[in-house]
């Protein structure tokens, strides 16, 4: 059984950065697709990004592309989600997720067998 379980979210503001976890038990993180996703009130849970199984090139939503950057650490079994130059429209629960759906599902909700409780993340503008 997977486990995933995020931390870091907080309070920034506009311009800010911010660094979410995702530690992971139950298996390696570099068999995995690892993703997060996140939610922002009132609005469905949206695809952020991915880091796919023994691939080190992350793919990530348009809105967050040359802000945001997934990274893994085996040897912490974790994944991070660096979040920079952040803006008002980023604030959302984030969630992590894992499973191992095919490329072509990997921005799909329910390509994810393993969730975490979320993170709140909120920029001030």
């Known amino acids: 059984q997977v486990q995933v379980a995020e931390s870091g979210g907080g309070l920034v503001q506009t311009g800010d950065s911010l660094r979410l976890s995702c530690a992971a038990s139950?298996?390696?993180?570099?068999?995995?697709?690892m993703a997060w996703f996140r939610q922002a009130p009132g609005k469905e849970r949206e695809f952020v990004g991915v880091?796919?199984?023994?691939?080190?090139?992350?793919i990530y939503t348009n809105s967050v592309k040359g802000r945001f950057t997934i990274s893994r650490d085996s040897a912490k079994n974790t994944v991070y989600l660096q979040m920079n130059n952040m803006i008002p429209e980023d604030t959302a629960i984030y969630y992590c997720a894992a499973g191992n759906g095919i490329l072509s599902t990997i921005r799909v909700v329910t390509a994810y067998n393993y969730w975490g409780q979320g993170t709140q993340v909120k920029v001030s503008s």
């Open positions: 139950g298996r390696t993180v570099s068999a995995l697709n």
């Open positions: 880091m796919r199984p023994y691939n080190s090139n992350p």
